[in-house]
């Protein structure tokens, strides 16, 4: 879904009125409908570090059956289990605050390198994010990688599941039909499927509450979302019902994230009932 140009001067006249500081961005699965300036300017992400670092290379884990979300972490050794309790399942770990550190042991010991070089490998360079850096903790990008990275989630090329054709019928180029990562104009396999990000948007806690997917949480209007616990701190949003992405990094504290959210995603018509939240469930 488009973003309408009368909607998109709306959500800009919001930013520069609320935070002139703050950088932003709303597009779909053809790239940014809108931004602020600055767009190829590095900054500070470090909040969005687990969907943009950790999230996707646990997709690649999984999609090439390195990892079950259900099997009990013991199995991959005790090095990967260490500090969690007996029976930890990476589905706990991706569902629940605070097991981001364990994951991340995780993830590290399965591939065999730093969730950096992992990410690096698995996801940016494929995807194009080549000025991407997980470095002392703090993961850097300029707003054309994030919106390289969100659009791809909802890119038709992206392969409904992995898929590794053999040597006499590989293709000879990528393309979008062939799951080729079109986004970023890298070549090769899309690093993410279509499967993994429709079960990480999906409610995977069953009644409990707060309600979470796989380290993405569901908002208003069918639209999930990730955002740094501290204020102002990154967030993004995504919705596959709407087609449609949005970033925002604020420069100052206050009720943005809420109202830039509304801008973007609320529709244009009557409110809907609060029963018919649009959220998938598992």
Do not use: K
Request: a negative charge; charged letters at 15%.
């Amino acid at each position: 879904m488009t973003l309408l140009s009368d909607q998109a001067d709306a959500v800009r006249a919001l930013v520069e009125s609320a935070d002139p500081g703050a950088v932003w961005a709303v597009g779909g699965p053809d790239g940014p409908h809108a931004c602020s300036a600055g767009a190829d300017d590095v900054l500070d992400v470090g909040g969005l570090t687990p969907v943009l670092a950790l999230w996707p290379t646990v997709g690649t884990l999984v999609d090439e059956g390195a990892l079950r979300l259900h099997t009990p972490l013991a199995a991959y050794g005790d090095e990967a289990a260490a500090g969690t309790p007996a029976g930890t399942t990476a589905h706990q770990l991706l569902t629940h605050p605070g097991g981001t550190a364990a994951l991340t042991r995780l993830v590290e010991h399965l591939c065999g390198s730093t969730l950096a070089e992992a990410a690096a490998t698995r996801v940016w360079n494929p995807l194009g994010m080549t000025r991407t850096r997980l470095a002392d903790g703090t993961l850097h990008a300029p707003l054309a990688d994030l919106a390289l990275f969100l659009r791809h989630l909802l890119h038709p090329s992206a392969p409904s599941a992995p898929s590794a054709p053999s040597a006499a019928n590989a293709p000879s180029a990528p393309s979008a039909a062939n799951g080729s990562n079109a986004p970023g104009d890298a070549s090769g396999p899309a690093p993410l499927t279509r499967a993994w990000t429709a079960e990480s948007l999906r409610i995977r806690t069953g009644e409990l509450t707060p309600a979470r997917g796989l380290l993405w949480h569901p908002a208003p209007y069918g639209v999930w979302t990730h955002h740094a616990s501290a204020d102002p701190g990154p967030a993004v949003w995504i919705s596959p019902r709407h087609h449609r992405w949005a970033v925002l990094l604020p420069a100052a504290p206050g009720p943005l994230r809420t109202t830039f959210r509304e801008a973007v995603f609320a529709p244009a018509g009557p409110a809907r009932s609060s029963t018919s939240d649009g959220v998938p469930r598992a």
